[in-house]
């Protein structure tokens, strides 16, 4: 059994940058799949950055060039560098570990960020 729990979240100003961590407990030796999603008031859960085993990402169109998505096996942590941050992003973020034979999946209880003056 995989449990995430995220951090990093919190109110930063239009322009401002925050990092997101999401650290697993339990094996993730068959995880192949981890992404950010994020969940705005009134909107449906939306990608925001995925990474795969092989190392490829993925981007939501609206946070190319500004958000980095990257891990460190070794610390069984996925992170979300985000920068220039905006108002519109907004929204609860949640972490997404999936993988293995049955393709489970595991989220995380969610961290909110908030961008605003």
């Known amino acids: 059994q995989v449990q995430l729990v995220e951090s990093g979240g919190g109110l930063v100003q239009p322009g401002g940058s925050l990092r997101l961590s999401c650290t697993a407990s339990g094996s993730i030796s068959s995880i192949s799949y981890m992404g950010w999603y994020r969940q705005a008031p009134g909107k449906q859960r939306e990608l925001v950055a995925a990474?795969?085993?092989?190392?490829?990402?993925n981007y939501a169109d609206s946070v190319k060039d500004r958000f980095t998505i990257s891990r460190d096996n070794d610390k069984k942590t996925l992170y979300l560098q985000m920068n220039s941050l905006k108002p519109e992003d907004t929204a609860v973020y949640y972490c997404?570990?999936?993988?293995?034979?049955?393709?489970?999946?595991?989220w995380g209880q969610g961290t909110q960020v908030t961008v605003s003056s």
């Open positions: 997404n570990f999936a993988g293995g034979i049955s393709w489970r999946t595991y």
């Open positions: 990474i795969i085993s092989g190392g490829s990402t």
